[in-house]
C-alpha cells in the first residue's frame, strides 16, 4: 500500500524542561478548538457588512515610525475601514485606536501586528542563532516572553515565525530563519509557534503567530534580497513546505505571502500557494496578509498591468488582506461590479479574517489591559535570554585548550569594532529593544574576571571600510595582555532584510586585525558576532579558538562570558553550512549524490580544480570543553514494511572532564528510490547533558513521515529499498547502519 502521509515531516516534541529555566511543559499539538457558534457569527456579522467594510477588513494600515497611528486610521476606524495596522503599539495607544473602530457601525476590532520576531523588548538571540541551540524549548521559552511582553503593548500578532529554508548566505535573510534544513527549520517553527501562542489562542499574554514568507523567499537567485526563484515542485514540497505545514500543525492561524516570483507567479498572486497547497491540500483555515506592499509590486512584476490587476489577482490567488497599499480598497467595488472578481471571493477573504479575530478573542477582548507593560526588564526574561544566547553559540574551533579562560587571568585585552557595540548585539528585528539595555562583550568580560584583574580595551579598525588606524593601539594592548579575545563580524544592519553580500569575507580590515593580534604572540580567541555564515578560512586555520556568538540579545556580553570563561559549556551545533569561499555556493548537507561524486583521484568527477568540495565548517559542526564518544548504534528492526516504524538507538558518553551538552544528530539516507535522494537527512536530534563519564542511550522513532519523500507524481510516499542510518555529532561521519523496507 503506497502511504499518502502527512507532507509535514513528524515534528518532534519539544523537551519537556529546559535546565535552568522554568520552561512551560511541552505543549500538546492542536490549539485551542474553534469557539462554538464561530461560523454562524460570522456569517451573522458578513450579512451585515457593506462591501466597503469588507474590504476595509482587508487592509493593513502602518503606523508612525514610533508605534504611533496615525490620524488617518481613527476616521477609518470609526468607519469600520481598518481591519488591522501593523507597527501600532502601547497599550494606551492601541486602545484609542481600538474604541475607535469600536464606535463604528459593526464595532468589528482591529487587529495589532507587530514584527516581534526574535523578542520585544528582552531581546534574544537572532533565529539564526537560536536554531543552532538545537533547543526548541529554549526557542518556544523565548517566543513565549516575546508575546508576553508584546501583548502587554497591545500588539495582539507577530509576523513571526520566519520559516524560509536558506541555502544562500548571500542572501541576508537568513539571519531570520532557522537555516537550510527543513526538519531542523520544522521542529523550530513548531516551538515558536507554541511560544507565541500557547494553548489557548485568547489568553492575555499570547499573540497570533504568522508564518512566512510563503513560499520559496530563501531561494532568491544570486542571493539577492527580492529575486526571482525558481524551484521544482519536489524541491518545494521536500525542503521548502515542510517547516510551513509544521508551523500551520501547530496552530498558525495566519501565513504571510513573499515578495519573490515563483516559477513565474509572483508568491502573492500565486493560486498554486494560496489555495491548492495551503486550502485544499493542507485544510487551512487562517488568512493570508501580503507582505509589505506586495500586492502593488505585481505591477512591477509583470504579472498585472495597473492596480485593479494586481487586486484581481491576488485576492483570487487567496491573498486575503493588503498590506499597506490599497489596492483591494480602491479597486475593489469597480472590480466586482464589472464582474472581474466575484463578491463570494471577497466574503471568503473577510470570513477568515473574522474567524481568526473571533479565536484570537479579539471582540470578548479587544482592549489591551492596561499597567502590564513594564519599563524595565524583567530579571527572568534576563536570565533566559542569557542562558539561551549562551546555548546558541558554537565553538567552531579550540585548539591547545586558550578556552576556556582562566578566571584568575591577570591582564585580558578585549579587541574588535564589535567588542563595545550594543546596538548590534540586537540584531537584525531589534523590535522594542534598547541598545542601552544590551551588555557588550567589553561589559560581560569586565562583569566575569576578578577585581583585580586588568580589562584592557581597543577598537583597532573600524567595522567596514579601510580604516586601521587603530590597529598599532590593538597590537600594543595585546602585547600587554595574558589573552586576546577579538571580536569581528557584521553589525546589525549588515545582515537581515535588503542586506545581501557578494562576498562573505570579514567587512573592512578585520582580518588584518585578527592577523595582527594573533601575531603578538598573545593567546588569541577570535568572537564571531554575525547575522550569516561568512568565509573566514584564515581564521579557521591560524586561531587556535573560534567561537560564532551571531548576534546574542540583549544579554550578549554575559552571554559570552559565561562561555569564553567556561561557565556554560558551548553545546550548540551550526544550522547552516560555512562555505570556504562564495563560488561554492550553493553548498548544503542535503546535497544529491550525482553520478560522479567527488573523488580527488579521477579528473571526470564533481569537483572544482581551484577548490575543495567540502565547506569550512559543516552543517551540525560544533565542539565543546568536554569530550563525546557514541557508540553502539543499534535498530530495532532490520526490515520493515512500508508503513513500519523502528527505533534507532545510539549510546552517548561524556568522555572528558566537566559536564557538557552534545546534539546527538540522526540522518537517514534513502539508497534506493525512484526519485534521487540526499546523501543524507536529518530526521532526529537530541541535546543531552552528561557529567563526565556518564553514559546515556538516546533513541529515535523512524516512522513513515521520517522515511518518505514526493515521488515523481508529488505523493507521499515511502519505497521499498536500503536505508542507511547515520548517529552523528554533525552532519559529517558518525556510526552507520541500514535496513531495508520491503513490500507487505
Ligand atoms: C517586511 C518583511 C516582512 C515583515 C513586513 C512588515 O518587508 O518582508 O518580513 O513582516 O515587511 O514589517
Known amino acids: 500500500m503506497t502511504l499518502l502521509l502527512l507532507s509535514a515531516l513528524a515534528v518532534a516534541e519539544p523537551p519537556a524542561v529546559l535546565p535552568g529555566l522554568e520552561a512551560e511543559t511541552a505543549a500538546e499539538a492542536a490549539v485551542s478548538a474553534p469557539p462554538s457558534g464561530l461560523d454562524e457569527r460570522v456569517e451573522e456579522l458578513l450579512r451585515q457588512m457593506t462591501l466597503e467594510e469588507k474590504l476595509g477588513q482587508l487592509q493593513q494600515l502602518d503606523g508612525e515610525a514610533g508605534g504611533d497611528y496615525r490620524p488617518e486610521h481613527l476616521e477609518l476606524a470609526r468607519q469600520g475601514r481598518l481591519g488591522s495596522t501593523l507597527n501600532v503599539r502601547g497599550a494606551k495607544r492601541v486602545n484609542e485606536l481600538q474604541k475607535a473602530a469600536l464606535e463604528s457601525r459593526l464595532r468589528i476590532p482591529i487587529l495589532f501586528g507587530y514584527d516581534v520576531i526574535h523578542g520585544f523588548k528582552t531581546i534574544f538571540p537572532i533565529p539564526l542563532g537560536e536554531a543552532a541551540s538545537f533547543d526548541p524549548a529554549a526557542a518556544e521559552r523565548s517566543a513565549a516572553i516575546a508575546a508576553a511582553e508584546a501583548s502587554a503593548a497591545g500588539v495582539r500578532w507577530t509576523f513571526a515565525p520566519m520559516v524560509d529554508i536558506a541555502r544562500d548566505p548571500r542572501w541576508g535573510r537568513v539571519a531570520e530563519g532557522a537555516g537550510e534544513d527543513p526538519y531542523l527549520g520544522s521542529v523550530m517553527a513548531w516551538a515558536r509557534v507554541k511560544g507565541f501562542q500557547g494553548e489557548d489562542l485568547t489568553a492575555q499574554d499570547k499573540v497570533l503567530a504568522c508564518a512566512k514568507h510563503w513560499a520559496a523567499y530563501g531561494a532568491a537567485e544570486a542571493g539577492r534580497d527580492y529575486n526571482t526563484t525558481d524551484l521544482s515542485e519536489h524541491t518545494l514540497r521536500s525542503v521548502v513546505f515542510p517547516p510551513f505545514r509544521a508551523a500551520l500543525e501547530a496552530g498558525a492561524l495566519t501565513f504571510m505571502s513573499a515578495f519573490n516570483d515563483l516559477n513565474g507567479v509572483p508568491a502573492t498572486a500565486n493560486p498554486f500557494l494560496m489555495t491548492q497547497v495551503l486550502r485544499q491540500e493542507w485544510g487551512f483555515e487562517g488568512f493570508v496578509v501580503s507582505d509589505y506592499t506586495a500586492v502593488q509590486e505585481l505591477v512591477a512584476h509583470g504579472l498585472a498591468s495597473d492596480g485593479a490587476e494586481a487586486a484581481r489577482r491576488a485576492l483570487g490567488a487567496g491573498t486575503d488582506m493588503e498590506m499597506v497599499s490599497r489596492l483591494y480598497n480602491q479597486h475593489g467595488a469597480r472590480l466586482v461590479q464589472e464582474g472581474r472578481l466575484p463578491l463570494a471571493v471577497i466574503d471568503e477573504a473577510v470570513r477568515r479574517v473574522l474567524r481568526v479575530k473571533f479565536r484570537a478573542g479579539l471582540f470578548e477582548r479587544p482592549y489591551a489591559e492596561l499597567g502590564r507593560e513594564s519599563p524595565v526588564l524583567r530579571s527572568d526574561h534576563l536570565k533566559a535570554a542569557r542562558l539561551i544566547a549562551a546555548r546558541s553559540m558554537v565553538l567552531l574551533r579550540n585548539e591547545g585548550g586558550v578556552l576556556p579562560l582562566d578566571k584568575r587571568i591577570r591582564t585580558l585585552a578585549v579587541i574588535g569594532p564589535l567588542a563595545d557595540d550594543k546596538r548590534s548585539m540586537l540584531g537584525t528585528w531589534p523590535a522594542d529593544g534598547r541598545a542601552e539595555d544590551a551588555v557588550s562583550v567589553l561589559e560581560g568580560l569586565r562583569g566575569k574576571t576578578f577585581p583585580e584583574a586588568k580589562v584592557l580595551y581597543a577598537k583597532g579598525c573600524a567595522l567596514a571600510g579601510e580604516g586601521a588606524e587603530g590597529l598599532d593601539e590593538a597590537v600594543r594592548v595585546a602585547q600587554q595582555a595574558d ?103 550553493p553548498i548544503y548537507y542535503a546535497h544529491k549524490s550525482t553520478g560522479r561524486p567527488p573523488d580527488a583521484k579521477n579528473k571526470y568527477t564533481s569537483k572544482y580544480l581551484d577548490s575543495p568540495v567540502t565547506p569550512l565548517y559543516p552543517f551540525g559542526h560544533g565542539l565543546s570543553y568536554t569530550s563525546f564518544e557514541l557508540s553502539d548504534l543499534a535498530l530495532s528492526a532490520k526490515t520493515l514494511p512500508p508503513d513500519g516504524k523502528l527505533t534507532a538507538s545510539v549510546q552517548v558518553e561524556n568522555t572528558g572532564n566537566r559536564p557538557g551538552d552534545e546534539v546527538v544528530q540522526l540522518y537517514i539516507q534513502d539508497a534506493d528510490a525512484s526519485v534521487t535522494r540526499p546523501v543524507r537527512e536529518l530526521r532526529g536530534f537530541e541535546r543531552v547533558t552528561l557529567k563526565p563519564g556518564e553514559k546515556r542511550k538516546v533513541e529515535f522513532p523512524l516512522t513513515p513521515e521520517h522515511l518518505g519523500f514526493y515521488g515523481r507524481d508529488s505523493r507521499f510516499i515511502v519505497e521499498p529499498g536500503l536505508f542507511r542510518v547515520f548517529a552523528a555529532a554533525s552532519s559529517v561521519g558518525g556510526l552507520e547502519a541500514s535496513f531495508e523496507v520491503v513490500p507487505k
Not at 505 to 522: E, F, Y
Not at 562 to 568: A, H, I, K, R
Request: charged share 15%; glycine share 12%.
Open 483 to 585: 589573552a586576546a579575545v577579538v571580536v569581528v563580524g557584521e553589525d546589525a544592519d549588515m545582515s537581515g532584510e535588503a542586506a545581501s553580500r557578494a562576498a562573505l569575507d570579514l567587512p573592512g580590515r578585520q582580518l588584518d586585525l585578527v592577523r595582527a593580534v594573533l601575531g603578538t604572540g598573545t593567546p588569541t580567541v577570535v568572537v564571531l558576532m554575525n547575522g550569516r555564515p561568512l568565509t573566514i578560512p584564515w581564521i579557521a586555520e591560524n586561531v587556535p579558538a573560534v567561537l560564532e556568538a551571531w548576534h546574542p540579545g540583549v544579554q550578549a556580553g554575559h552571554a559570552v562570558a559565561d562561555v569564553l570563561f567556561g561557565d556554560v559549556n558551548p553545546g550548540g551545533k551550526l544550522p547552516i553550512t560555512f562555505p570556504r569561499s562564495v563560488g561554492q555556493i
